[in-house]
């Protein structure tokens, strides 16, 4: 089983898909105007959608390397 990926603080999802180079990831952005990148995913969690809110170390993708 692969590791799950976190977000790394509160968020909104902006986009989730291949992304380039990046492979599989995910993207929020955070109050502070700050983005989250997490590329390379194996797979994405389920139910996530853009637009969501994320929590952190809520489970936005699983560890591996596309």
């Known amino acids: 089983m692969r590791p799950p990926a976190w977000a790394a603080a509160r968020g909104k999802v ?3 898909g291949r992304d380039g ?3 599989n ?3 929020s952005r955070h109050a502070n105007g700050y983005v989250s990148y ?4 194996s ?3 389920r139910h996530l959608h ?3 809110e994320v929590q952190q170390k809520q489970v936005v993708g699983y560890v591996g390397s596309t």
């Open 21 to 23: 180079g990046l492979g």
């Open 14 to 16: 902006i986009f989730i």
């Open 50 to 52: 853009v637009g969501q």
């Open 38 to 41: 997490y590329g390379h995913l």
């Open 43 to 45: 797979r994405f969690a």
């Open 25 to 27: 990831t995910v993207k």
